[in-house]
């Protein structure tokens, strides 16, 4: 007996102020970079896990770090995943191990140049195929991007479910530069450690600064953190104050020295000569591992951060100080701006050494005021240790993470929703919301389903808009071109065709509609027009090209043949477009990819289902063979590793030989599975195929990749579909269509097995 796709549950728990609620079950994929890697994203992400392993010990997190190539041993492989920098083939494996892992949330640490590619774009192909609702903390947001870096952000907006921010002006640009969403946005602050405050005096000797004053900037060094102006403010400090000591600590960036060796660190202390405090300057010349530099930030007085642009999104060292109660002197770029306000900090013009030394010089002037300064910092600071940046944190993650559902399968479904979409022409293509767009008119391919439908509603049904069957089968007649042997497609609202003869893909599905009345209309007037109108133009059908338009011929056909078994005319359609895909298959089929054509597209199960019609039909083993193996290599394919139903995704349509993308999901897809799960099924009795029936349509009521409610039973009406960060709000014809048309299927298979469902 068939069992309904189950629901995927999880227990709710919850703890103290470290420790928020949290069901067990989440499973974190964590993307950035990672220590032992030397970069200010790596100390970040790992003091990330770290927080949320202390918070949330029953979350499981799968960190997922890049490593530059030939360096992955160096990272322990008990926590992380290594993801080969400049590697394509790294970056999938890396999306096909979450998709495996069966990750319930996707967390980015971004950084342009973390990924490689034009603006970090290597990034992209992993997000493409991976499911899992996704969130991004930002690490820098760009005022003027260049071309590629809004290409990169706007990537990552369209897939992003949340994206986090440490600042308000990077919030602002996301909403006004790049059009984000504000409610996709999150401030978090820069997480922090939490130590006590005063222990300045006690760090002090560690580092040989006993009895010293000391004024302190940390990172990595590069061109752009502003250590010329420090350096020319220094002679102005020393006058005052001769004991000061100023101390540069972090290695020079690896890029930097990848293109000039040491040379810009050279011109530094060659600077501090010319201005003669190279006495009163100590360069630690190495990478800090997070303990060394919090304590190197506890032996400091002042910390100064010189930096020259403006835009600086986030400045982690920045924080840290703040977090440890220093005094901090700054230039106003962003971050600064804004955690140094309201006198929480000394902001000073950029590469204004003489303001910097000014500032500087009365804080060490008034031990007082020093003090006090550092209190309010330290204070501020408690908003941002890691505890509360993991609670902030863990809540996002839970209103982020998907909450499965199913529920059972309506008998019945409403007609309203697609009445909505019908006048006196016929039924039109799109939809705002649920409102028609008069804007793109019609085309024969809704059309032609939309007859198709009217021969599966009921009296009761047709008592609300049979009237409706002439007005198809009008648009259905009035679309045949004579002067062309082909179907036109588009028509304006104000009925004036668009085109003289549509593509063959539209042609094929018109036929198929056509075969469809012939066999099951209503009415036998209706079926006897059908019946002519096939004999008149499916004879196009022997010249079609389109795998696509071929397979709906066929089925066409195949309905036709169900009443007529030794028609000529589709007999030959049957046969010929047998031979077509069988021929494809095994022109195309190599291990791993057992399909008809090199890529992927839209109603793919269509050319299996219609290879087994073919086979039943004209009594072909090696047809029909042939079509169980590709439609199980596809459901295979179409089935997440969570058990639920994944359409191809139209972002992969056209893409040879490549597993699809995830995204964007549409409902026609629904239809075409169960209608071949169907033709499987009457084949060869076996029940899992009713099984990829069902998980198909329950995508219609949740159980797909953002866990929404696709259908509406009540007024039988479906959304255009599902992207990255939920549903499309339109009722497109095609979309209201399929779910009808899947509602119907679905129903029919299961009185054939005798399935009694809710």
């Given at each position: 007996m068939?069992?309904?796709?189950?629901?995927?549950?999880a227990?709710?728990?919850?703890?103290?102020?470290?420790?928020?609620?949290?069901?067990?079950?989440?499973?974190?994929a964590l993307?950035?970079?990672f220590?032992?890697?030397?970069?200010?994203?790596?100390?970040?992400?790992?003091?990330?896990?770290?927080?949320?392993?202390?918070?949330?010990?029953?979350?499981t997190i799968?960190?997922?770090?890049?490593?530059?190539?030939?360096?992955?041993?160096?990272?322990?492989g008990?926590?992380?995943?290594?993801?080969?920098?400049?590697?394509?083939?790294?970056?999938?494996?890396?999306?096909?191990?979450?998709?495996?892992?069966?990750?319930?949330?996707?967390?980015?640490?971004?950084?342009f140049g973390l990924?490689?590619?034009?603006?970090?774009?290597?990034?992209?192909?992993?997000?493409?195929?991976?499911?899992?609702?996704?969130?991004v903390?930002?690490?820098?947001?760009?005022?003027?991007?260049?071309?590629?870096?809004?290409r990169?952000?706007?990537?990552?907006?369209?897939?992003?479910?949340?994206?986090?921010v440490?600042?308000?002006?990077?919030?602002?640009?996301?909403?006004?530069?790049?059009?984000?969403?504000?409610?996709?946005?999150?401030?978090?602050?820069?997480?922090?450690?939490?130590?006590?405050?005063?222990?300045?005096?006690?760090?002090?000797?560690?580092?040989?600064?006993?009895?010293?004053?000391?004024?302190?900037?940390?990172?990595?060094l590069?061109?752009?953190k502003?250590?010329?102006a420090?350096?020319?403010?220094?002679?102005?400090?020393?006058?005052?104050?001769?004991?000061?000591?100023?101390?540069?600590?972090?290695?020079?960036?690896?890029?930097?020295?990848?293109h000039?060796?040491?040379?810009?660190?050279?011109?530094?202390?060659?600077?501090?000569?010319?201005?003669?405090?190279?006495?009163h300057?100590?360069?630690?010349?190495?990478?800090?591992?997070?303990?060394?530099?919090?304590?190197l930030?506890?032996?400091?007085?002042?910390?100064?951060t010189?930096?020259?642009?403006?835009?600086?999104?986030?400045s982690?060292?920045?924080?840290?100080?703040?977090?440890?109660?220093?005094?901090?002197?700054?230039?106003?770029?962003?971050?600064?701006?804004?955690?140094?306000a309201?006198?929480?900090g000394?902001?000073?013009?950029?590469?204004?050494?003489?303001?910097?030394?000014?500032?500087?010089?009365?804080l060490?002037?008034?031990?007082e005021?020093?003090?006090?300064?550092?209190?309010?910092?330290?204070?501020?600071?408690?908003?941002?240790v890691?505890?509360r940046?993991?609670?902030?944190?863990?809540?996002?993650?839970e209103?982020?993470r998907?909450k499965?559902?199913?529920?059972?399968?309506?008998?019945?479904?409403?007609?309203?929703?697609?009445?909505?979409m019908?006048?006196?022409?016929?039924?039109?293509?799109?939809?705002?919301?649920?409102?028609p767009?008069?804007?793109?008119?019609?085309?024969?391919?809704?059309?032609?389903?939309?007859?198709?439908?009217?021969?599966r509603?009921?009296?009761?049904?047709?008592?609300?808009?049979?009237?409706?069957?002439?007005?198809?089968?009008?648009?259905?007649?009035?679309?045949w071109?004579?002067d062309?042997?082909?179907?036109?497609?588009?028509?304006?609202?104000?009925?004036?065709?668009?085109?003289?003869?549509?593509?063959?893909d539209?042609?094929?599905?018109?036929?198929?509609?056509?075969?469809?009345?012939?066999?099951?209309?209503?009415d036998?007037?209706?079926r006897?027009?059908?019946?002519?109108?096939?004999?008149?133009?499916?004879?196009?059908?022997l010249?079609?090209?389109?795998?696509?338009?071929?397979?709906?011929?066929?089925?066409?056909?195949?309905?036709?043949?169900?009443?007529?078994a030794?028609?000529?005319?589709?007999?030959a359609?049957?046969?010929?477009?047998?031979?077509?895909?069988?021929?494809l298959?095994?022109?195309?089929?190599?291990?791993?990819?057992?399909?008809?054509?090199?890529?992927?597209?839209?109603?793919?199960c269509?050319?299996?289902?219609?290879l087994?019609?073919?086979?039943?039909?004209?009594?072909?083993d090696?047809?029909?063979?042939?079509?169980?193996?590709?439609?199980?290599?596809?459901?295979?394919?179409?089935?997440?590793?969570?058990?639920h139903?994944?359409?191809?995704?139209?972002?992969s349509?056209?893409?040879?030989?490549?597993?699809?993308?995830?995204f964007?999901?549409?409902?026609?897809?629904?239809?075409?599975?169960?209608?071949?799960?169907?033709?499987?099924?009457?084949?060869?009795?076996?029940?899992?195929?009713l099984?990829?029936?069902?998980?198909?349509?329950?995508?219609?009521?949740?159980?797909?990749?953002?866990?929404?409610k696709?259908?509406?039973?009540?007024?039988?009406?479906?959304?255009?579909?599902?992207?990255?960060?939920?549903?499309?709000?339109?009722?497109?014809?095609?979309?209201?269509?399929?779910?009808?048309?899947?509602?119907?299927?679905?129903?029919?298979?299961?009185?054939?097995?005798?399935v009694?469902?809710p």
């Amino acid at each position: 007996m068939y069992e309904a796709f189950p629901a995927l549950l999880a227990d709710d728990g919850q703890d103290g102020f470290a420790h928020p609620d949290v069901p067990h079950a989440v499973r974190l994929a964590l993307i950035g970079g990672f220590l032992p890697r030397r970069c200010g994203i790596a100390t970040f992400t790992t003091d990330v896990h770290a927080a949320l392993k202390a918070s949330a010990p029953d979350m499981t997190i799968d960190v997922y770090a890049m490593s530059p190539p030939a360096a992955e041993a160096e990272f322990d492989g008990t926590i992380c995943n290594t993801i080969t920098e400049g590697d394509p083939a790294a970056f999938l494996a890396a999306a096909a191990r979450i998709e495996a892992s069966g990750a319930d949330v996707i967390w980015l640490q971004h950084e342009f140049g973390l990924f490689g590619g034009p603006a970090g774009d290597m990034i992209l192909p992993l997000l493409d195929h991976v499911a899992a609702p996704l969130i991004v903390t930002l690490h820098t947001v760009l005022a003027k991007p260049d071309p590629d870096q809004m290409r990169v952000m706007t990537r990552l907006i369209a897939r992003a479910s949340k994206l986090v921010v440490m600042s308000d002006l990077s919030r602002n640009l996301l909403i006004s530069v790049y059009g984000a969403d504000a409610k996709q946005i999150a401030l978090i602050p820069h997480g922090v450690p939490d130590r006590p405050f005063g222990r300045s005096a006690e760090f002090k000797p560690r580092f040989g600064f006993a009895g010293r004053k000391v004024i302190l900037t940390f990172g990595l060094l590069s061109k752009g953190k502003g250590i010329e102006a420090m350096i020319r403010a220094l002679p102005q400090i020393v006058r005052r104050h001769p004991g000061i000591l100023y101390c540069v600590a972090g290695a020079t960036h690896p890029n930097l020295v990848a293109h000039e060796g040491e040379a810009y660190r050279h011109s530094l202390q060659a600077l501090a000569r010319e201005h003669g405090v190279d006495g009163h300057i100590r360069w630690i010349d190495s990478f800090l591992d997070t303990d060394e530099l919090l304590d190197l930030i506890e032996a400091a007085d002042i910390f100064v951060t010189p930096y020259i642009g403006a835009q600086q999104s986030t400045s982690g060292t920045l924080s840290y100080a703040m977090a440890l109660g220093k005094a901090i002197v700054s230039t106003p770029y962003a971050h600064a701006s804004e955690l140094l306000a309201d006198d929480h900090g000394r902001l000073v013009p950029f590469g204004d050494s003489d303001a910097m030394a000014s500032a500087i010089s009365l804080l060490l002037d008034d031990p007082e005021r020093l003090h006090s300064l550092q209190q309010r910092v330290y204070s501020r600071g408690r908003d941002m240790v890691w505890p509360r940046f993991a609670e902030h944190t863990i809540n996002l993650i839970e209103a982020t993470r998907l909450k499965p559902r199913s529920e059972p399968l309506a008998k019945r479904i409403g007609i309203s929703g697609f009445v909505r979409m019908c006048d006196n022409t016929g039924i039109l293509q799109h939809s705002i919301h649920g409102i028609p767009d008069r804007r793109h008119g019609y085309c024969v391919d809704d059309n032609a389903r939309a007859l198709m439908l009217m021969h599966r509603l009921d009296k009761p049904m047709l008592r609300q808009c049979g009237h409706l069957t002439n007005v198809f089968a009008s648009f259905v007649q009035h679309a045949w071109n004579r002067d062309t042997g082909e179907f036109r497609n588009f028509m304006g609202f104000g009925r004036n065709w668009l085109e003289d003869i549509g593509s063959e893909d539209s042609c094929g599905r018109t036929i198929w509609a056509i075969g469809i009345t012939a066999r099951h209309a209503h009415d036998q007037m209706m079926r006897r027009w059908a019946r002519e109108l096939f004999l008149e133009t499916a004879p196009s059908a022997l010249g079609f090209q389109s795998p696509r338009a071929i397979a709906f011929a066929m089925l066409g056909s195949a309905s036709l043949l169900a009443s007529e078994a030794d028609h000529a005319l589709p007999n030959a359609i049957l046969r010929q477009g047998a031979d077509r895909l069988t021929a494809l298959h095994d022109a195309i089929a190599r291990p791993g990819w057992n399909w008809f054509e090199d890529v992927l597209a839209y109603d793919n199960c269509r050319l299996p289902e219609a290879l087994l019609r073919a086979g039943v039909h004209l009594g072909d083993d090696g047809m029909i063979a042939c079509g169980l193996e590709t439609l199980s290599w596809l459901m295979d394919l179409q089935t997440a590793p969570q058990g639920h139903f994944r359409p191809v995704g139209s972002d992969s349509f056209g893409q040879r030989f490549a597993r699809p993308k995830v995204f964007d999901q549409q409902a026609v897809e629904i239809w075409a599975a169960i209608d071949a799960a169907a033709a499987a099924w009457e084949v060869t009795r076996d029940p899992n195929w009713l099984t990829h029936a069902r998980r198909a349509y329950d995508w219609f009521d949740g159980g797909n990749d953002r866990c929404v409610k696709v259908g509406d039973p009540h007024s039988g009406t479906s959304r255009d579909g599902i992207n990255p960060r939920g549903l499309n709000l339109n009722e497109g014809a095609e979309s209201v269509l399929s779910y009808q048309h899947a509602h119907y299927s679905l129903q029919a298979l299961m009185a054939k097995a005798g399935v009694h469902h809710p």
